[in-house]
């Protein structure tokens, strides 16, 4: 599952289970706490309670003798004056309570106290912090709330155990999800220090699944360009080496006096140079062209079936040679944008590589059409065609595909396609190179309009 999924889910469940927690805790801790709320509730009552001692002992003050009742009557009088004045003073402060320094005045309504002006200091963090400790506002030695901090105090210290939990399932988590990075930085680790990569071997169908499918695929692509450099350098050097030892050997051969310099010796020196030259020259032209950007690039409009047309007689004799033919298909009134020059860079690769490798008695046709953005153009030969595991190479620089064909006087670097390809991108247009069935090979441009 994708890592998208996975992180909203679990929070989910992380949550919902939160939730659970709670309110199992709470059921449990409040059953247990309230059966010692209930214990002390009965206590209390037990304590205020109008016992049958208490009851005799108020039902025998008739009994008592004339001057104890008369007593006890005084004082209960006292005790009602006692409470109607109290209850005067809650109900009119302000006619018993002023301000100044002596102790009682004598008023209509009774004595009044006199208070003094005292301006108290108050400060704002005692209510906060008062607040903070007791936000019920309810008596700290009360039954209720005994109640209350005893299951908050359960149900932070449950959370707290909780959190710690799913903390560390969520550490483990992190750990497994991240296992393909560790890896991944393994292996190239291993393949910056030693050269040595294992492919890795990955199942989930996750957000690492495609880094890990482009990082193979990466590893694979640099050992086939170590594969095509090695050969390119073991190929370079042979090609190289063959003109430089002949020449070699005819300078030796004229100083030790077995040749002259004459009519005869002269042009093979100069075919073995041209040799030497034409293979640095390969190599030169195919690194300036590669230093072109789309801004370097001279764009024009010009027909296209008379720019192929004019190219390809060029290669009549060598068509004619190897009993080839090229043919164009298209309308005569499609233009295209590109830089001139380029485009008859891709049309010498592409007829120069049908004639050295499609083979005797071969056609290849030029087709293209125009659509509301695009020029497509497509080159189809029905040759021999190239190894279908090999049709994703053939654009690499220096790869060749069947390096016995290429053993000849007009060595070839295997850039053509590399060529056309950069061509092609650096017009913003697209490369696609197809078997034919049921032989041959497609070339397939694709330039904006």
């Known amino acids: 599952m994708r890592l998208s999924y996975q992180i909203p889910i679990i929070t989910g469940i992380a949550i919902i289970a939160t939730i659970i927690i709670n309110i199992l805790a709470f059921h449990y801790f409040m059953g247990t706490l309230f059966v010692a709320y209930t214990e002390e509730i009965e206590a209390i009552e037990q304590k205020w309670s109008l016992s049958p001692e208490k009851l005799t002992t108020i039902l025998d003050v008739s009994t008592l003798s004339d001057e104890k009742q008369d007593e006890y009557k005084e004082v209960i ?3 009602s004056t006692i409470s109607t004045s ?9 006619l018993y309570i002023q301000s100044g320094s002596d102790n009682t005045q004598a008023t209509e309504w009774g004595y ?13 963090f005692a209510n906060i912090s008062s607040l903070l400790a007791n936000p019920t506002g309810w008596d700290e030695d009360t039954p209720e709330w005994r109640l209350v901090i005893g299951l908050l105090t359960r149900l932070l210290v449950t959370d707290l155990i909780f959190l710690i939990v799913i903390t560390g399932l969520y550490f483990l988590w992190i750990r497994r999800v991240f296992i393909p990075v560790h890896i991944i930085i393994d292996r190239l680790k291993a393949y910056i220090d030693s050269a040595r990569f294992q492919n890795i071997s990955y199942t989930r169908n996750d957000e690492f699944a495609p880094l890990v499918s482009t990082i193979n695929n990466l590893y694979k692509s640099l050992r086939v360009q170590e594969n095509i450099r090695s050969n390119f350098l073991s190929d370079i050097s042979h090609e190289i080496r063959t003109p430089i030892t002949a020449v070699k050997c005819y300078l030796e051969a004229i100083e030790d006096g077995m040749m002259t310099l004459d009519d005869k010796t002269i042009p093979l020196l100069q075919t073995e140079l041209s040799r030497l030259t034409g293979i640095t020259e390969q190599i030169m032209e195919y690194e300036n062209l590669t230093h072109h950007y789309t801004e370097d690039i001279h764009v ?3 027909p296209l079936k008379k720019q192929i047309e004019s190219l390809i007689y060029e290669y009549i004799p060598q068509l004619e040679k190897n009993e080839q033919e090229i043919i164009v298909k298209g309308e005569m009134d499609i233009f295209v944008r590109m830089d001139k020059n380029m485009f008859i860079q891709i049309l010498h690769n592409v007829f120069s590589n ?7 008695n071969t056609r290849l046709t030029c087709s ?12 189809s030969d029905n040759g021999i065609g190239i190894p279908e595991w090999e049709i994703n190479l053939v654009k690499e620089k220096f790869y060749r595909v069947d390096k016995s064909r290429t053993r ?23 490369l696609s190179i197809t078997n034919e069935n049921p032989n ?4 397939k441009i694709i330039i904006p309009r």
């Open 112 to 124: 009044a106290l006199k208070v003094s002006d005292i301006k108290k200091t108050e400060n704002p």
């Open 408 to 430: 000849d006087a007009s060595m070839s670097m295997g850039i053509g396609l590399s060529i056309i390809d950069h061509i092609v991108r650096i017009h913003e247009g697209s």
């Open 368 to 379: 293209y059409i125009r659509t509301k953005e695009n020029i497509t153009i497509i080159f």
């Open 440 to 443: 041959g090979l497609s070339i």
């Open 300 to 302: 024009e409009r010009f």
């Open 354 to 360: 049908f004639i050295k490798y499609s083979g005797a």
């Open 86 to 94: 109290l209850k005067n003073i809650s109900e009119n402060p302000e």
């Open 77 to 79: 009088s006292e005790l």
